[in-house]
């Protein structure tokens, strides 16, 4: 259950940042509407978050940061998904 808490800590503290200020410097910069809403596309416009920044002379901490969490928060809900499927098929009962 801990693993689950943290799990929803650490996503809602990455799409916060992820919106707040990533995707509002895309939209400065003429993106169009489905930026930030498309999971798919979320390491795409990370790229060009960076791009940007690099552009303006910008530092890269908030883009390393997203970066490192949301692959952080990836395999963390691979481990916690393999850990219940595990205790799912090794009950003791």
């Known amino acids: 259950m801990g693993l ?3 799990l929803g800590a650490l996503v809602a503290t990455n ?7 990533v995707c509002r410097t895309l939209y400065k910069r003429g993106a169009r ?15 060009i978050y960076r ?10 901490t908030i883009y390393f940061i997203t970066f490192i969490l949301t692959w952080f ?3 963390l809900a691979l481990g916690t998904a393999l850990r219940a499927l595990w205790e799912q098929t090794h ?3």
């Open 91 to 93: 009950s003791l009962r």
């Open 51 to 60: 791009e940007i920044c690099r552009a303006r002379g910008s530092p890269l």
């Open 33 to 47: 509407f489905p930026t930030g809403l498309l999971f798919w596309r979320f390491f795409h416009e990370l790229r």
């Open 73 to 75: 928060n990836l395999l």
């Open 15 to 21: 799409v916060l940042i992820y919106w707040l200020v």
């Open 4 to 6: 689950v808490i943290l």
